[in-house]
Structure formats: structure tokens, C-alpha cells
T-cell receptor
Framework: GAGVSQTPSNKVTEKGKYVELRCDPI?????LYWYRQSLGQGPEFLIY????????DSGLPNDRFFAVRPEGSVSTLKIQRTERGDSAVYLC?????????????FGPGTRLTVL | KQEVTQIPAALSVPEGENLVLNCSFT??????LQWFRQDPGKGLTSLLL?????REQTSGRLNASLDKSSGRSTLYIAASQPGDSATYLC???????????FGTGTQLKVEL
């Protein structure tokens, strides 16, 4: 595709449920990033993949959050036992490779609401 | 820990006015700085990327400058238009990883 795509665009769930959020990066981009944006705030880093491996997961808030990228393309962010505080927009970005001069291109985000 | 601050938090200007948005960061050891635009309920659109070795970048009516030593960047928008209304975010990539650290944004409204 032409850009980064994310599904679903909106997800409403109940407290305690499990959710999966999907990201399709730009074709050929080896680096993939997940960020979380709360209302009125800038995005906050969660995790970064280079290829299939998580190169930096220092932003994951706790062990309820997990992400995978098994084939080095599509990534899934998984949240277990969701809490109301997890409500936010989850943004995915990709860049050509890990080089420092690469722009990150963002998807439209998934708005997660935990009731 | 890198911290990014954007001033002002909100700005309202009449159409046609030139304006400057400010971004400051606490750790000057950055690889690059990106300016983004975010429309309500939408994702981020990359506007300009400045490498640490560069001092400015231009795209159309937009000009971004970078003073790494003082930890500052400005985004200059010339001849503003109502379509420029959006939230503008700056983000820096700091050594030790590829993650971006974002400011909280400046919400711009350009009025007719």
C-alpha cells in the first residue's frame, strides 16, 4: 500500500478483555514503531522493531503489553486484561531502515476505548 | 531523559499572517528533529525532517530551523491559510535508539 495502515480504526472493549491491534507498514520498510497518544498529549514510544526482532521495548508500560512482528512486515500489539487507563490512540510508524536520518511515517491510528 | 517542550500550546491568527512555532529539547545529542502535523482524529503527517548536521529545511511555505547547541527549533509558516489549522508536533530522535520523543504540540487556528 501507499502508506502505513492500521486496523481496526476504533476498538471499544470492556475492562479485563484482551485486544489485538494490527499495523501494516509501508512496503519495504524494515523498521516499525508503536506509540501511544493520550488526549492532549504527544505520542509516547512503546516499542521498536528492526526486522522481526524487538530492538527496543523500553516504552511498554507493563507486562500486559506485548507486540510481535513474526515475518518482519505486519505487526500486532497485544494488550491483556485491559484497564480503563489503556484508553488512548495507538499509532504505528515505519521507516526505511534503522539509519538515524530516516523519516518515520505514521498510520492513522487505532482509537482504543476501555469501558 | 530527553524532554521536549512546545510553546505556545495554542495560537489563533488571522489568515495571511506569518507565524513561528517554537520547540525546545533538553538533551542536545540528537540525531534529527521532525515536525509533524496532526488533524483532529487523524494520524501524524511528516512535514519536515532536519538532520543534526543541518540548520534548516524548507518545504513550500514551511521553514524549519535547528539550533542543536541551544536545544531549539522553530517552524515558520508563511502566509497562513485556514487549511493550516491543525496541531503541530515536534519530535527528536536521541542517541541510544530510534524512538522519537514528542512535545505536546501547538494547536493552531487560522481564521478567515
Amino acid at each position: 500500500g501507499a502508506g502505513v495502515s492500521q486496523t481496526p480504526s476504533n476498538k471499544v472493549t470492556e475492562k479485563g478483555k484482551y485486544v489485538e491491534l494490527r499495523c501494516d507498514p509501508i512496503s519495504g520498510h524494515t523498521a516499525l514503531y508503536w506509540y501511544r497518544q493520550s488526549l492532549g498529549q504527544g505520542p509516547e514510544f512503546l516499542i521498536y522493531f528492526q526486522g522481526t526482532g524487538a530492538a527496543d521495548d523500553s516504552g511498554l508500560p507493563n507486562d500486559r503489553f506485548f507486540a510481535v512482528r513474526p515475518e518482519g512486515s505486519v505487526s500486532t500489539l497485544k494488550i491483556q486484561r485491559t484497564e480503563r487507563g489503556d484508553s488512548a490512540v495507538y499509532l504505528c510508524a515505519s521507516s526505511l531502515n534503522r539509519e538515524s536520518w530516516n523519516e518515520q511515517f505514521f498510520g492513522p491510528g487505532t482509537r482504543l476505548t476501555v469501558l | 531523559k530527553q524532554e521536549v517542550t512546545q510553546i505556545p500550546a495554542a495560537l489563533s491568527v488571522p489568515e495571511g499572517e506569518n507565524l513561528v512555532l517554537n520547540c525546545s529539547f533538553t538533551d542536545s545529542a540528537i540525531y534529527n528533529l521532525q515536525w509533524f502535523r496532526q488533524d483532529p482524529g487523524k494520524g501524524l503527517t511528516s512535514l519536515l525532517l532536519i538532520q543534526s548536521s543541518q540548520r534548516e529545511q524548507t518545504s513550500g511555505r514551511l521553514n524549519a530551523s535547528l539550533d542543536k547547541s541551544s536545544g531549539r527549533s522553530t517552524l515558520y509558516i508563511a502566509a497562513s491559510q485556514p487549511g493550516d489549522s491543525a496541531t503541530y508536533l515536534c519530535a527528536v530522535q536521541t542517541g541510544g535508539g530510534n524512538k522519537l520523543t514528542f512535545g505536546t504540540g501547538t494547536q493552531l487556528k487560522v481564521e478567515l
